[in-house]
């Protein structure tokens, strides 16, 4: 079972991964423990990693941030990863990256990025590039976005089995 859990944890999992603001209480009805039961189990799933925080999702189209891009970013010969440390701590910087992977392959990283208008996507291309280190971009404009998850689905236990503490 994934991370030692139990299917009461794997449910509580799933009921807070569809409304993060849901009571204590309405989760213990739904799994059927107590209130108290409850807040320990979170508290626990908390305390191991396995629930990693909180967050409300914003639209982004509501914030006017109507153009999402995929951007492979390639270093120059030799950089590769050697002394990437201050290259990473500048993308970070940029509010407008969403995600940064380390990836294999011909490039070396991959961001998401989304902002206001294509022009803050070239804005900001033009920062990257000007990186010591970075050698060149490569950047795919998303038309649309047909899936995007939030989260991780919960996997399903492997087991019917509940803890003696239940």
């Known amino acids: 079972m994934a991370a030692?859990?139990?299917?009461?944890?794997?449910h509580i999992l799933r009921l807070l991964r569809e409304d993060g603001r849901m009571s204590h209480a309405a989760i213990?009805?739904?799994?059927?423990?107590?209130?108290?039961?409850?807040?320990?189990r979170v508290r626990k799933l908390e305390q191991r990693g396995v629930i990693a925080g909180y967050t409300c999702i914003l639209d982004p189209y509501e914030l006017d941030r109507y153009h999402a891009a995929f951007v492979m970013v390639t270093l120059s010969e030799g950089d590769e990863f050697a002394a990437d440390e201050p290259i990473v701590a500048r993308?970070?910087?940029?509010?407008?990256?969403?995600?940064?992977?380390?990836?294999?392959?011909?490039d070396c990283y991959l961001l998401k990025v989304r902002t206001a208008t294509?022009?803050?996507?070239e804005q900001l291309l033009r920062?990257?590039?000007?990186?010591?280190?970075v050698a060149r971009t490569q950047?795919?404009?998303v038309l649309s976005t047909e899936l995007e998850k939030p989260t991780i689905e919960v996997p399903q236990p492997?087991?019917?089995?509940?803890?003696?503490?239940v």
């Open 158 to 165: 492997d087991t019917d089995e509940v803890p003696e503490s």
């Open 127 to 133: 920062r990257i590039r000007s990186i010591r280190g």
């Open 139 to 141: 950047t795919t404009i």
């Open 4 to 10: 030692g859990l139990d299917r009461v944890d794997h």
């Open 118 to 121: 294509n022009r803050d996507i």
């Open 28 to 40: 213990a009805k739904a799994v059927g423990l107590s209130g108290p039961a409850v807040h320990e």
């Open 91 to 106: 993308i970070c910087e940029e509010p407008d990256v969403l995600e940064f992977h380390r990836i294999a392959g011909q």
